[in-house]
């Protein structure tokens, strides 16, 4: 409570401050994602009780991972390492930091390497996310944050066993269901979890595009938070 007393009150209300990863650093969510955080947080409630019980099981996960005190591996995947699994990667990251759950390092890959689509990215930044093009070219890299004192996650498509991301003791979570058909195994995951999500490219191009990029933005951060709600903490 010291800390928050440092702070005047009008910045109380558009900033937060949280546990990083290195429990001697604090970071702090920048305002727009933090309102965000407090809207998504009102429909855990919203979430099925078949749907909970898929997210339990990476909960779970986390929870042994953090009582053991290893490091928790999560990569998400979809296909083409574009959309879904990105936000799962950076929302994960960012739930880590509010709930204070340390050792997280959140990962995405693809069976195909295409490129972290643009309209993902515009529905990142309308989020909440700070975005820049680190890189150029077909494929080019991205540095995102989501509050100060964290460290920006490098952002590009990339197959899921790419040397960039864990070859082992990770859970693996299929954000799509053809990912899933064609991944039956993951080699090297500790475990495997299927909470596919509709693919919002169905809707480039239509009226409808940037309401389906922020419903499933939406949607995945809302279950994303619900599961690190889960995991309790040793205080």
Known sequence: MKLFSLLPLWLLTTTAIFLSNDPDKKVVLNGSITTYINGIKQDFSKIPQD??????????FVQLKVNTQETVQLIYICTHNSRRSHFGQLWAATAAAYY?????????????????????????????FDISE???GPNP?????????????????KKYDDASNPQSNFLAIMTCSQ?????????GAALR??????????FDGTPQETAKYDERCKQIATETFYVFSKVKMNL
Do not use: H, Q
């Open 51 to 60: 749907r909970k019980t898929e997210l339990d099981k990476i909960a779970e």
């Open 179 to 187: 990912a899933d058909k064609a991944c039956p195994i993951v080699k």
């Open 134 to 136: 680190a890189s150029e």
């Open 141 to 157: 890299m991205y540095a995102i944050t989501y509050a100060s004192g964290a460290e920006p996650i490098k952002a590009f498509s």
């Open 193 to 202: 979890v299927a909470t596919s999500y509709d693919d919002p490219k169905a």
């Open 100 to 128: 204070g759950v340390p050792g997280v390092k959140s990962f995405s890959g693809g069976t195909e390497v295409s490129a972290f689509n643009e309209r993902a990215i515009a529905a990142c930044k309308r989020a909440g």
